[in-house]
């Protein structure tokens, strides 16, 4: 069970404020947490976790907090022989969360940004012998779109989870198997309210399978297996944050595991409500033993 993810390795800086500020205004903060995030990296670690072997390319800056990012990948388990590391700082967050749980978002690319076709293409045996590719968007669409086609080359299943939403350019939709945006990126993508109708709109262009995540509601599944929808699990929900990145990569372990669509929705749902039930990005992403027992209890 090899997976490749190809993406985002960021530093999260999250402070608490009472209100968010003003322009110009300077604010006290009530508490301030760094943590480890990036889509890429979150659903690396989410994949991992369930007990596959995972490998990731990306990047990371020079800096200390590059040095530290990559470190803990691999103490993970995660084959980091081809994260780079380059003279940009690496990519962070600046969130400030006010007590209403509104936010304020920043995101500086930096190294992320530094992953070009290059790399990926001197990184090609790890294409070659991972089953399944996972990319996002948090990193160059030229490189996302050459990594999706450069594993079709070798006849590799691709995950495309189209997040932050962007516009995608037709050719990628020939290389995806599944693609799996949020209710509001299948909105962006497509420009279309309707949910059945946005999946069709990607079947249309090409797209294999459409895998729509609803949150609390579970997911929406429409491709060459049929229609499904998946209920997910009644939890308490207490910081969604990396749901869809931990959905994502129980997608894919499961998908390795040959399960069929049905059961692979309900696993990366259990995985998906499991991570909203602890505060944080990696740190609330659980391990395959965990999920066994929810699933089991449900
Ligand atoms: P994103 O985090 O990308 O916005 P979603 O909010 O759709 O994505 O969440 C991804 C998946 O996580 C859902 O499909 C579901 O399986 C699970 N999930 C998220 N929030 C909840 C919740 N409150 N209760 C149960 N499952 C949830």
Redesign the pocket.
């Known amino acids: 069970m090899e997976i490749l993810v190809i993406g985002s390795i960021n530093i999260d800086y999250v402070s608490t404020v009472e209100k968010l500020p003003k322009k110009g205004e300077t604010l006290h903060a009530n508490s301030f947490e760094d943590s480890a995030g990036g889509k890429g990296a979150n659903q690396a670690v989410g994949a991992r976790r369930l007990g596959a072997n995972v490998s990731m390319i990306g990047a990371v800056g020079k800096d200390a907090i590059g040095g530290r990012l990559k470190d803990s990948l691999a103490r993970e388990g995660i084959d980091v022989s081809r994260i780079n590391t380059v003279d940009v700082p690496t990519g962070n967050a600046i969130i400030t969360v006010d007590k209403n749980g509104d936010n304020t978002i920043v995101v500086y690319s930096g190294a992320n940004f530094e992953i070009d076709n290059k790399w990926i293409e001197d990184s090609e045996e790890l294409i070659k012998k991972s089953d399944i590719v996972v990319l996002q968007l948090e990193i160059p669409m030229d490189a996302v779109v050459y990594s999706a086609k450069v594993a079709k080359k070798y006849n590799k299943r691709v995950i495309l989870n189209p997040?932050p939403a962007k516009e995608l350019p037709q050719e990628i939709y020939q290389y995806i198997d599944y693609i799996t945006p949020?209710?509001?990126?299948l909105q962006e993508l497509t420009s279309i309210e309707n949910i059945e109708l946005g999946v069709k709109e990607l079947l249309g262009r090409g797209a294999k399978n459409v895998i729509v995540?609803?949150?609390?509601?579970?997911?929406y599944y429409l491709g060459e297996e049929g229609t499904h929808v998946v209920d997910?699990?009644?939890?308490n929900?207490v910081d969604?944050?990396?749901?869809?990145?931990?959905?994502n990569g129980a997608l894919a372990v499961a998908l390795c595991q040959n399960k069929d669509i049905k059961d692979a929705l309900r696993y990366?749902?259990?995985?998906?409500?499991l991570?909203?039930t602890k505060k944080g990005a990696q740190t609330s992403l659980p391990y395959g033993k965990e999920v066994e027992k929810f699933i089991i209890m449900k």
């Open positions: 997040a949020n209710e509001t990126e995540t609803l949150g609390e509601k579970g997911c997910s699990f009644k939890i929900a969604t944050t990396a749901a869809g990145d931990s959905f990366a749902n259990a995985v998906g409500a991570t909203a």
